[in-house]
């Protein structure tokens, strides 16, 4: 059983390009997190989606931030005209849909470069 | 609200010391307290789990538990070794409100041989 797989693990992206990131869930989970962290920070939710649905985006920010996750494929997190502060890793996770286990599965994470 | 609230660190230990790593919660439900580890340039890994109070998570010799009258999942290892050193992450999740995850900040803990 796989675990959670994120691609690319590396990305280097010059400022006003495009940055797109996958995850593709542990299989039998449909209950995507995307979090953000950066050089010796914490972590920091950005979204969290099921297939289909955005259920909370309330950490990611209004502007050239979206996700999605649908129902065949990866979940996607696309980052437009980056610029030099999204530098960071960028972690997605994925659960059961049993609310009993609660437990998160992460990925080794994709690490963004902004030049 | 829900938040963790886990010790600042650099916490820097000689090999085979105790160590305690603090972490208090504030959650409106019931909620599930993990710790996950990060080693340098990976992901987290689940370390322990609990799911209810006075369960004790325990895993690699690190332990922990659920403690609703304090509010508290501290992390616990008799004797620590040099890899060890990582950062270790408090979370709990809220079951009730479409399984939502708090994290604390990270604690890295530094073990010198």
């Known amino acids: 059983n796989a675990g959670v797989m994120q691609n690319p693990r590396h990305l280097v992206r010059r400022r006003g390009q495009e ?18 962290q950066l050089p010796e920070e914490g972590l920091k ?6 297939k289909e649905n955005i259920i909370d985006e309330s950490g990611m ?3 050239r931030f979206s996700a999605e996750f649908p129902k065949e494929g990866p979940s996607i997190l696309r980052i437009q005209q980056v610029v030099r502060g999204d530098s960071a890793a960028y972690f997605c996770a994925s659960v059961t849909d049993n ?3 609660g437990e998160l599965f992460f990925g080794e994470g994709s690490r963004l470069t902004v030049l | 609200g829900n938040s963790v609230t886990q010790m600042e660190g650099p916490v820097t230990l000689s090999e085979e010391a105790f160590l305690t790593i603090n972490c208090t919660y504030t959650a409106t439900g019931y909620p599930s307290l993990f710790w996950y580890v990060q080693y340098p340039g990976e992901g987290l890994q689940l370390l322990l789990k609990a799911t209810k109070a006075d ?4 895993n690699k010799g690190f332990e922990a538990t659920y403690r609703k009258e304090t509010t508290s999942f ?10 060890d050193s990582a950062v270790y992450f408090c979370a709990l999740s809220d ?15 530094n073990v010198k041989p």
């Not at chain 1, 940055?19 to 997190?33: D, E, F, I």
């Not at chain 2, 369960?55 to 325990?58: C, E, I, Q, R």
């Open chain 2, 74 to 83: 501290h992390l616990e290892k008799g004797s620590v070794q040099v890899s």
């Open chain 1, 99 to 101: 609310l009993n286990t």
């Open chain 1, 61 to 63: 920010p209004k502007e």
């Open chain 1, 19 to 36: 940055a797109r990131l996958r995850c593709s869930p542990m299989k039998g989970h449909s209950h995507v997190y995307w979090y953000r």
């Open chain 2, 55 to 58: 369960d004790k998570g325990s």
């Open chain 2, 95 to 109: 079951r009730v409100n479409f399984n939502k995850f708090y994290f604390g900040s990270g604690t890295k803990l």
């Open chain 1, 45 to 50: 939710f950005m979204v969290y989606l099921q």
